[in-house]
């Protein structure tokens, strides 16, 4: 197929990622790293192929793979029926829940969904993936802000600048560890049923997606994926 043909010719995967969800994917002054980042890696030098990263954003991610500006979207992004419409996405991972990312100080006060729901609650969204829709649709009472940046949200929080950050299972308990004066909530009892992970595909040729779900399968068979697990998501 001519996706397939043109990145064989080129030697070169277009890798599409918001790079702003730990630990998934985070653009640091060294490049991007996290788990997705290893498993695209690992994926890439099995097909002889040089990454080039493009960077995007929530709202634009989809825009941005129909636009042909990448050929694979990675970066902690959730499998939904309105993507899988629209797109091809490889295997589910990381299975998560939405949960609340809030100061430990105040962990105490919510205990339920509608502790959350209340207009004495501030929460900070970041725009244009499914944490603002579940914001949106669950949280109508609460003061809601949006931040652009999504990398700032849980400082801000532990600053008293917001309340709640709803966030992924992965993302809560990597800030609650990382910051003391942060705690993930609702960990054992997800506020969404249980979620999964996948990277995002162009699906306008049949080849190029045989072939990425041959070496996604590959790093499975082989504990890439297990490896990358074990080093970001514990
Ligand atoms: O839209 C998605 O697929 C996501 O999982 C991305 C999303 C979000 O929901 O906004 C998830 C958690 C991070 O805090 C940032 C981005």
Do not use: C
Not at 38 to 53: C, F, P, S
């Amino acid at each position: 197929g001519p996706r397939l043909d043109r990145i064989q010719e080129s030697k070169t995967l277009r890798v599409g990622t918001p790079g702003d969800y730990r630990p998934f994917a985070m653009k640091t002054d060294q490049g991007y790293e996290g788990h997705d980042i290893d498993v695209i890696e690992a994926m890439a030098t099995e097909l002889g192929l040089t990454i080039e990263y493009v960077p995007t954003t929530w709202p634009n991610l989809m825009p941005d793979l129909q636009a042909d500006k990448f050929d694979i979207a990675v970066g902690g992004i959730t499998r939904t029926p309105a993507r899988i419409a629209k797109m091809a996405m490889l295997p589910g991972y990381a299975p998560f829940g939405k949960v609340a990312l809030a100061r430990t100080a105040d962990k105490k006060k919510y205990q339920s969904i509608d502790d959350l729901n209340q207009a004495s609650v501030h929460v900070i969204k970041n725009p244009g993936g499914t944490n603002e829709l579940f914001v949106l649709e669950h949280l109508k009472n609460a003061q809601v802000s949006t931040h652009e940046k999504n990398a700032e949200i849980p400082a801000l929080i532990a600053e008293g600048k917001g309340d709640i950050m709803i966030t992924e299972t992965y993302e809560a308990l990597h800030y609650s560890h990382a910051d003391p004066r942060l705690s993930a909530l609702f960990i054992d009892q997800p506020l969404t049923p249980i979620n999964y992970l996948g990277f995002m595909l162009a699906a306008d040729d049949n080849d190029y997606l045989r072939m990425m779900q041959f070496v996604w399968d590959l790093m499975d068979e082989r504990d890439v994926l297990d490896q990358a697990e074990e080093k970001w998501l514990n």
